[in-house]
Nanobody, 127 residues
Framework: QVQLVESGGGLVQAGDSLRLSCAAS????????MAWFRQAPGKEREFVAA????????YYVDSVKGRFTISRDNDKSTVYLQMNSLKPEDTAVYYC????????????????????WGQGAQVTVSS
């Protein structure tokens, strides 16, 4: 059974950095996409970034380009989201998600496209 466990959330000030981790287990993720979503209070869950486990290719939402970096460590079966220059509007619960995707050219940004989810990690950015 696939299990995704996030860690690394916390309270920081605007301009600070934070790194989230997502430990994945339960299967081989070679043909999977790993993604980060976030959900602020009263808002819908939104796509943040995704990475292909096999190639390391990544895809970002425009609002985090240049500030956030998604990466993976194959040996540790862990995906990271490095968040720099954090803003108050980045405050949300951040979720790790995963789905099978053998097609290198296709990305998925809708929450309904992902089959596996972690429990979430709170990130709060104060102004």
């Amino acid at each position: 059974q696939v299990q995704l466990v996030e860690s690394g959330g916390g309270l920081v000030q605007a301009g600070d950095s934070l790194r989230l981790s997502c430990a994945a287990s339960g299967r081989t993720f070679r043909n999977y996409i790993m993604a980060w979503f976030r959900q602020a209070p009263g808002k819908e869950r939104e796509f943040v970034a995704a990475i292909r486990w096999s190639s390391g290719g990544a895809y970002y939402v425009d609002s985090v380009k240049g500030r956030f970096t998604i990466s993976r460590d194959n040996d540790k079966s862990t995906v990271y989201l490095q968040m720099n220059s954090l803003k108050p509007e980045d405050t949300a619960v951040y979720y790790c998600a995963s789905r099978f995707s053998p097609y290198e050219s296709r990305w998925y940004s809708g929450p309904g496209s992902y089959a596996y989810w972690g429990q979430g990690a709170q990130v709060t950015v104060s102004s």
